[in-house]
């Protein structure tokens, strides 16, 4: 076999692995190191040393353990250090475990049952007012945190069972959590995009400025489809009770507005402002926000020893996996180049002639299926690097694809049969609510990112107009 059929069936390994239910990051780590030892395998280099011991007569214990330091003088194990190294240095990740905690605070702030009561006593007069007062707590929350499994959970827990007692439908009401609980991977300050312009080395600013109207276009889409439905089908969200909603005062409603809307907004506006106008860099807006979070938290009288335990705990979980899924992709990726896989992949593409437009589908339509055995860190960490070498052929900005690939993602969460909202949800969910009426109440949702990635390539400067106004071109 050539070394580029290798790295193919190195390839094939690895999914037909990842299928198995193998742990991810090892599983790229371990093929990394086990191709690579064949890829840089040089026998001249390894027992050189062997080589000169036999000469010189050494005893048979230092002859074992020349050898075995010889098994070990391999170039795959250097690219392995240097590559752990390289990400534990890298400064666009120093902000993950910041963002992370800062998001881990505010979901143990109690501030998110307040701000639905709230937002929902100031929408009672909008059709479907508390399917918009979730949709808007979540989009926040969402924002705030990041973690799409928390925010589906706390506000299934909080949302879902005063929407059922409000009567509303239990596919319309899921279907409004769980595309809520999942903006918060596409509206900045999103880790998933710290996690994309580490891949791609696309600057974070510019990504998050390009971001910020897509991921409003991507709300307020989901907000006309809710209004919408509620006014053709008013069954599905009837409209509120005066016993439910009761007549709060406008100044009542008002102090209620400022104690519980606006910390949140200005703690995310503050770290997202920071960062654009260029007043803070990605880790400092972090490291600002994750102390907001927690000053926010003492004036909620939530901060207590155990939850900033759990924070800790929980932030450190997830950093640890996204930075040892870098280092099983770099390691894997590095090998699979050097045997010739990507030169390969890319000969193989452009020699299709196909156009910009059939290569984006194409590529869309690849990341939508990863979507449903995987999640987003892994599709961003390992196959999106695939895709990024193609884009100067086809003339398509890495920024521009970034947030293509993370509206994209969303769909990972809301497809079956594997909507990791819908599980989310069902796990905290009434007996009486239904897996598939979950999936039925995604759907609608899915057609919405669907027809915002339509409306983006149609109109790409909702993109690009952001970044060339604050940043110029």
Request: charged share 10%; glycine share 8%.
């Amino acid at each position: 076999m050539t070394d580029p059929q290798i790295a193919i069936m190195m390839l094939g390994i690895f999914i037909l692995i990842i299928f198995l239910g193998f742990p991810i990051a090892f599983t790229l780590m371990a093929l990394g190191v086990i191709f690579g030892y064949f890829a840089y395998f040089n026998p001249g280099r390894m027992w050189r040393d062997y080589d000169r011991a036999v000469e010189a007569g050494a005893s048979n214990f230092e002859l074992i353990e020349t050898w075995i330091g010889g098994l070990f003088n391999n170039r795959i194990f250097d690219l392995f250090v240097n590559q752990t190294y390289s990400v534990m240095a890298n400064e666009v990740l120093t902000a993950v475990p910041l963002f992370l905690f800062m998001g881990y605070i505010v979901e143990r702030a109690n501030i998110v049952d307040r701000l639905f009561s709230t937002l929902y006593i100031a929408a009672k007069r909008l059709p479907g007012s508390m399917a918009v007062a979730a949709l808007i707590t979540c989009a926040l929350f969402a924002t705030a945190t990041g973690i799409v499994g928390a925010v589906v959970t706390l506000m299934g827990l909080l949302a879902l069972p005063a929407m059922l007692k409000a009567r509303y439908d239990s596919s319309f009401a899921s279907g409004v959590i769980c595309a809520g609980g999942t903006l918060g991977i596409l509206i900045p300050p999103s880790i998933m995009l710290i996690v994309y312009a580490a891949a791609s080395g696309v600057s974070i600013v510019r990504l998050y400025a390009g971001a910020l109207l897509p991921g409003f276009l991507l709300a307020g889409l989901y907000l006309v489809y809710i209004i919408g439905r509620a006014l053709l089908q008013p069954s599905v969200a009837p409209k509120p009770r005066e016993e439910d909603v009761g007549d709060v005062p406008t100044g009542k409603l008002i102090l209620m507005v400022v104690t519980s809307f606006v910390p949140l907004a200005v703690l995310i506006m503050a770290v997202l402002g920071s960062i654009l106008f260029g007043l803070a860099t990605p880790t400092e807006a972090a490291s600002a926000g994750a102390l907001g979070g927690l000053l926010l938290a003492a004036v909620y009288r939530a901060l207590t020893w155990q939850r900033l335990r759990e924070a800790v705990y929980l932030t450190m979980k997830t950093t640890a996996m996204v930075c040892w899924l870098f280092v099983g992709s770099w390691t894997f990726s590095s090998v699979f180049s050097y045997l010739g896989g990507e030169h390969l992949i890319t000969e193989f593409v452009t020699g299709l002639d196909i156009s910009p437009l059939t290569f984006l589908l194409l590529a869309q339509f690849i990341i939508f299926l990863l979507g449903w055995p995987l999640e987003w860190s892994e599709i961003i960490i390992i196959f999106v690097p695939i895709f990024l070498p193609l884009l100067p052929h086809f003339g398509i900005d890495p920024l521009f694809f970034g947030i293509l690939v993370a509206l994209n993602l969303q769909t990972s969460f809301l497809t079956p049969p594997m909507a990791m909202s819908a599980y989310y949800l069902k796990g905290i969910a009434p007996p009486q609510v239904q897996l598939t009426q979950i999936f039925r109440g995604c759907m609608p949702f899915l057609a919405m990112v669907f027809l915002a990635m339509i409306v983006l390539y149609n109109v790409p400067q909702i993109v690009y107009w952001l970044p060339e106004v604050v940043y110029g071109n």
